[in-house]
C-alpha cells in the first residue's frame, strides 16, 4: 500500500509564501493497493493536482473515491478532478448517508449552477455513489471499514487494511467532546476502533491548546487531543493533519515540537502532514 497527501489542509485553502513548505490545498489523500487499485480519501483541492498527475501515467479504468463529509473544503475540488471529465473512467463515489437526500442528490447540490457551471448529471463519466454506513467494504484484495466519527453534519472515519498492513484516515474529528480522554474508556471514544493498531493514522489536529476552547464544538482537535488519542489507540505511526489555515508553516512546526514532547519516549514521535509526503506500508511479513 503507497499513500500519498495531496492535500492537508483544513477549512480553507491557503497558498502563499507562508505556506508552501506545508502545502495549502485543501484535503485529498492517494492511495494506491499493491495491484495498482486506486483509492482517493476526500476530494478537496489538492485532488485538482492529483488529477494531473494521473493523466501523466497509464490510464485508471476504476477510482474509488470516499468523502469523509461534505463540507466544502472536503468535496470542492470535485468538479476540478480529471477523472469525472472521462467518459471511460469507472467512478465509484462513497459518502455518509442522509435520512433527508441521497448522496447524490447532496452532491448534485454543489455542482449545479449556480455554484457550478455543469450539472452532476452531465459529467462524462457517470459516477456510481454509495452510502457509506458503519460496515466493512472489499475492495480488490482490501477491506475498508467505515465508522461514523464526532463532527459537525453526518462525518465517516475510513481504516484501510491489505496484506496485514492498516491506514486510517480521520482528518475531521473531535474525540474530546463532552469527555476527558485520559479518564474515559477507551472503547467508549469515537473513532477508536478504525484507528486501532493502525501502521498510520492521520489525524485532525488543528487547533493549538490555547485556541480549542473558542473552537469547543466545531469538530476538530486541539493538538494534546490528537496525541491522547493516538497514545490511547497505540498507533505505530501518528501524522497530524487538517492544518488550519490561518497557521504558517513556522507555526506548524512549532506543533511539531509540542506534539513530540507530549508524545514522550514511545515509537515514532508524530510528524506533520505535508503536501507530496509518500508513505510506503509493504506487506506483513
Known amino acids: 500500500m503507497r499513500i500519498r497527501i495531496w492535500g492537508c489542509r483544513g477549512s480553507l ?10 502545502g495549502g490545498n485543501t484535503s485529498s489523500v492517494e492511495v494506491r493497493l499493491d495491484d495498482g487499485t486506486l483509492l482517493v480519501m476526500d476530494a478537496g483541492t489538492g485532488i485538482r493536482d492529483l488529477g494531473i498527475n494521473l493523466a501523466k501515467q497509464e490510464p485508471v479504468k476504476v477510482v474509488h473515491l470516499f468523502l469523509t463529509h461534505l463540507h466544502l473544503d472536503h468535496v470542492e475540488g470535485l468538479g476540478f478532478f ?41 459529467v462524462p463519466c457517470r459516477p456510481i455513489f454509495h452510502d457509506a454506513n458503519d460496515q466493512e467494504l472489499h475492495i480488490a484484495n482490501a477491506t475498508v471499514q467505515v465508522q461514523a466519527v464526532t463532527h459537525r453534519g453526518s462525518t465517516v472515519g475510513y481504516r484501510i487494511e491489505e496484506n496485514g498492513r492498516s491506514f486510517a484516515y480521520i482528518p475531521d474529528h473531535e474525540p474530546a467532546l463532552g469527555v476527558d480522554l485520559n479518564k474515559i474508556e477507551p472503547e467508549w471514544v469515537s473513532g477508536f476502533s ?8 492521520f489525524h485532525d489536529a488543528q487547533y493549538t491548546e490555547e485556541e480549542y476552547p473558542s473552537h469547543r464544538t466545531w469538530g476538530h482537535s486541539a493538538i494534546d ?29 512549532a506543533h511539531r515540537v509540542r506534539a513530540k514532547e507530549l508524545w514522550g519516549s514511545h515509537n515514532d514521535a508524530p510528524v506533520l502532514a505535508r503536501e507530496g509526503m509518500e508513505i510506503e506500508l509493504p506487506p506483513e511479513r
Open 82 to 122: 480529471s477523472a469525472i471529465w472521462n467518459p471511460d473512467v469507472e467512478l465509484h463515489i462513497w459518502g455518509p448517508p442522509s435520512s433527508l437526500r441521497s448522496l447524490e442528490d447532496r452532491i448534485g447540490k454543489l455542482m449545479s449552477p449556480p455554484l457550478f457551471p455543469v450539472h452532476l448529471g452531465d
Open 13 to 22: 485553502a491557503a497558498p502563499g509564501s507562508e505556506t508552501v513548505r506545508y
Open 225 to 253: 487531543h490528537t496525541v491522547t488519542f493516538g497514545l490511547m489507540t497505540k498507533v505505530r505511526n501518528l501524522v497530524l493533519f487538517h492544518h488550519d489555515p490561518g497557521h504558517t508553516d513556522a507555526e506548524l512546526e
Open 194 to 201: 478504525v484507528a486501532q493498531g493502525a501502521d498510520v493514522l
